[in-house]
Nanobody
């Protein structure tokens, strides 16, 4: 059982940056691929990005080079650097862990954090 905790959300203006963190309760996070998902009000949860156990990264098209996912296995953490935020990036952001390296489907992720809210204003 991996307990994940997100942090770093907040209220920012369009064009600003935020860094979200996903911390694991133990030192097993390196054994998992980790993804970031988001859910905007009234919408379904959607895939944003993921990083495999070996550090390969994948991004959804709407990221458009604005987000960067990284991991620090020594700190049992994964980060999401978000630059040039847009109003449409407003959502609750979740990190999740999976043993499946190649999936972006929420149902394939075994462990989820509680989410951190990001609000982007004009």
């Amino acid at each position: 059982q991996v307990h994940l905790v997100e942090s770093g959300g907040g209220l920012v203006q369009a064009g600003d940056s935020l860094t979200l963190s996903c911390a694991a309760s133990d030192n097993t996070l390196s054994q998992y691929a980790v993804g970031w998902f988001r859910q905007a009000p009234g919408k379904e949860r959607e895939f944003v990005t993921k990083i495999t156990r070996l550090g390969t990264t994948y991004y959804e098209d709407f990221v458009e080079g604005r987000f960067t996912i990284s991991r620090d296995n020594a700190k049992n953490a994964v980060y999401l650097q978000m630059d040039n935020l847009k109003i449409e990036d407003t959502a609750v952001y979740y990190c999740a862990a999976t043993t499946r390296n190649w999936t972006s489907r929420p149902g394939d992720y075994d462990y989820w954090g509680q989410g951190t809210r990001v609000t982007v204003s004009s």
